[in-house]
């Protein structure tokens, strides 16, 4: 994908993101509205998230360095919001950050700022008694961790001629599943399921998308780095 292409459509998903954000506090009484911002914000956060992957990542993109700024704003503030108005988001958010990090994926000072700032946000909500952390977060913690360790460990490291556990760890389903469980056992809500597969979905679409050589009608696979791209 054209760097220029794509620093356009993360301004345009920055403002909208930023922009669904306001909205949300401004139509929370209202389900509906709601529920749509909910998906439109994890939406956004894929594509975000795996946007600023590329930017820490590959050396071609060096030049753009500083959209990591924004991304590392966005991504912390769209998830308290989650976390605000939608209680078990804290518990997913804190128990895939643990994970990451057991797993080693938090390997750049831009995910640390992310990950303090969500803390900070959410620490403040909760001393300003805008929220009340219930039991039930503390429990989809582990689980969260458990899957977000075993999707990234598997997805870097796992190599057999297992195509069925392949396939798993490719696609990163641990975490999937736990959280399908989370809903079915009343952790969660099937809005909560919904608006993380959403998420998932959109981050392996960018991912795809910037793989793609459309002037060689090729497709770049993960282990190969864009900068060696002709």
């Known amino acids: 994908m054209n760097i220029k292409i794509l620093m356009s459509i993360m301004i345009i998903f920055l403002t909208t993101g930023f922009i669904c954000i306001i909205l949300g506090f401004s139509f929370h009484q209202n ?16 594509v975000t998230t ?26 912390p503030s769209s998830m308290a919001y989650l976390a605000l108005t939608e209680g078990p988001v804290i518990g997913m958010v804190i128990g895939t950050v643990i994970g990451l990090i057991v797993a080693g994926k938090i390997d750049h000072p831009a995910y640390g700022i992310s990950i303090i700032l969500f803390i900070a946000l959410i620490f403040f909500a909760f001393v300003m ?19 977000s360790f075993l999707d990234e460990f598997g997805h870097e490291r796992w190599r057999s001629s297992n195509k069925s556990i392949t396939f798993i760890f490719k696609h990163r389903f641990f975490l999937k599943i736990f959280a399908f469980f989370g809903v079915v056992l009343g952790f969660a809500l099937p809005i909560h399921f919904i608006g993380f597969l959403c998420f998932d979905v959109c981050y392996d679409l960018v991912d795809a ?20 791209m002709k």
């Open 50 to 75: 795996k946007s600023m992957d590329q930017l820490i990542d590959e050396t071609n993109m060096k030049s753009y360095r500083l959209w990591i700024i924004p991304c590392a704003i966005f991504i």
């Open 209 to 228: 998308t910037i793989r793609s050589d459309a002037k060689n009608k090729k497709f770049i696979p993960a282990g190969l780095s864009l900068s060696g």
């Open 129 to 147: 008694r805008v929220i009340q952390i219930e039991v039930t977060t503390f429990y989809i913690i582990p689980v969260a961790a458990a899957g």
């Open 31 to 46: 389900i509906l509205s709601h529920g749509f911002i909910v998906i439109d914000i994890c939406i956004l956060l894929g």
